[in-house]
């Protein structure tokens, strides 16, 4: 009797175990089945494109000389037809002469005119490089003050104005003194004069707006540095001035680019292009007839911005050569592709989603990006991805913690998004992500060949709980 409940007992523990099992294997099939989230990621063609993308704060500009004077006004209308014939550009330099007023205070009139030029060129969405002179020597008008204590006061009178508008103003070109206020040619052109009234401009201006010099030895006598600044690390001259500061304010606008150029020197326009912008005019240098030497030099310069007028013979050139590099500028002219390059150019190299279905409780979505372009940009970029869900129209807006004006050329920039995937409707989804200027509200345009959409560019597809 013992025996057979001994084997009443066993039989009893197995058809129990069994039916345990049973319900476990049950229990979680049904925890894995609810657990199992199936997302297929399939990128898009990130093919990169040979456009010139017209993006804010580079590229070529076009001047536009006025001169005040007591007895005239300027015709307001004339700009806005400067303006709608010139709608190719992002930038402007605004050449303004204050000659008649060399030697007496600015007049309320004078104040009303520089007011009424920035006001006309608000309109046109461009960024305004200004220039405010006495004249030019070369068609004899430079005409300076007698006493340069009037130039302070001129200073003191009109960057009021100057500051009403400093959202628009790119930069302020120079001193006011000298041939087109860029110090040659000045009856004040020493270096202590240069050094003074460059600081003393600054002083009178938010801090948000770039001045320029016109060569590496002179900033570093306005900042009065021995050496030029090969980056911001801890043997650097500048590194315990406040980003605020002239240094860090302080460009170069250099009216001679040549071909010739000494490596220190270029390494100090590298460093000084990591904080404010570099450009101006290329000079009649016949090294830079030859395309590549062309790209180079102005690769080395950094250069974020030059004259759509200066020099002709080279930009000519320019125009009737063409790039022969194996990438998808071949067969472009050389201006084109120069034109491509000023600045930053923001083009996304690749993006892959990481995440097991079964134990992460978020995605990883990776994006590199790459600046193509010949600088950095100055300016923080809003960085996002866009979640479009084509079946229910839901959109998520995720933000990409980044600083854009650290994405200096040929440098790639990898960013990763946590995706809340287990959270999202189930559906067929569109990835996309948007660069926006938060100053000016425009869509920074990338040089890859996606279109661009209200959602930005699309990068990839996915489909996230549904086979």
């Known amino acids: 009797m013992a025996k057979q409940k001994k084997k009443h007992t066993t039989l009893r523990f197995i058809v129990g175990l069994i039916i345990f099992l049973t319900t476990i294997s049950i229990l979680g099939i049904y925890l894995i089945k609810d657990r199992l989230l199936q997302v297929e990621y399939a990128p898009t063609s990130l093919s990169l494109s040979s456009d010139s993308l017209n993006n804010p704060y580079c590229g070529w500009y076009h001047t536009y000389s006025y001169t005040i004077k007591e007895d005239s006004t300027i015709d307001t209308s004339l700009i806005e037809a400067a303006q709608a014939l010139d709608n190719a550009t992002q930038l402007c330099l605004l050449d303004v002469n204050i000659n008649a007023y060399a030697n007496i205070d600015i007049t309320p009139h004078a104040a009303s005119e520089l007011k009424a030029i920035l006001s006309a060129w608000s309109n046109s969405g ?10 030019s020597s070369a068609i004899g008008t430079l005409a300076e003050p007698m006493d340069i204590s009037k130039v302070y006061l001129h200073m003191e009178q009109l960057t009021p104005i100057i500051s009403e508008y400093a959202p628009l103003i790119y930069s302020l070109q120079g001193a006011f003194i000298g041939n087109n206020g860029l110090y040659q040619g000045s009856m004040y052109n ?3 004069n240069i050094i003074d009234l460059t600081k003393y401009i600054g002083s009178l201006l938010e801090y948000n707006t770039y001045l320029s010099v016109t060569d590496p030895n002179m900033y570093m006598k306005v900042n009065n540095i021995k050496r030029m600044p090969t980056s911001l690390t801890s043997d650097n001259p500048l590194q315990k001035q406040n980003i605020n500061s002239m240094p860090f304010r302080l460009g170069i606008s250099q009216y001679n680019i040549t071909s010739d150029n000494s490596q220190a020197s270029l390494d100090g326009l590298a460093a000084i292009s990591t904080w404010a ?16 030497t062309a790209i180079t030099t102005l690769q080395g310069y950094h250069v974020s911005y030059l004259s759509a007028d200066e020099n002709a013979s080279v930009l000519n050139q320019w125009k009737n050569v063409s790039y022969r590099g194996e990438d998808a500028f071949s067969g472009v002219t050389g201006y084109d592709y120069i034109t491509a390059h000023l600045g930053y150019r923001f083009v996304v190299n690749s993006t892959s989603l990481s995440f097991d279905p079964l134990r992460d409780d978020q995605g990883k979505l990776n994006v590199e990006f790459e600046n193509t372009g010949f600088a950095n940009t100055l300016h923080n970029f809003e960085v996002s991805l866009v979640l479009k869900n084509v079946d229910t129209e839901e959109l998520i807006k995720i933000p990409l913690d980044t600083s854009t004006s650290s994405w200096y050329p040929n440098k790639p920039v990898s960013l990763t998004a946590d995706l809340n995937l287990r959270e999202y409707t189930k559906g067929n989804f569109n990835i996309y992500v948007i660069i926006i200027d938060p100053s000016t509200g425009s869509i920074i345009k990338l040089g890859n060949t996606m279109p661009l959409s209200t959602n930005g560019y699309q990068i990839a597809t996915m489909k996230c709980g549904i086979s």
């Open 126 to 135: 461009k960024q305004i490089i200004l220039r405010i002179n006495y004249g």
């Open 190 to 192: 020493t270096e202590e």
């Open 277 to 292: 912008p570099i450009g101006g005019a290329v000079g009649n240098d016949s090294n830079l007839y030859d395309l590549s």
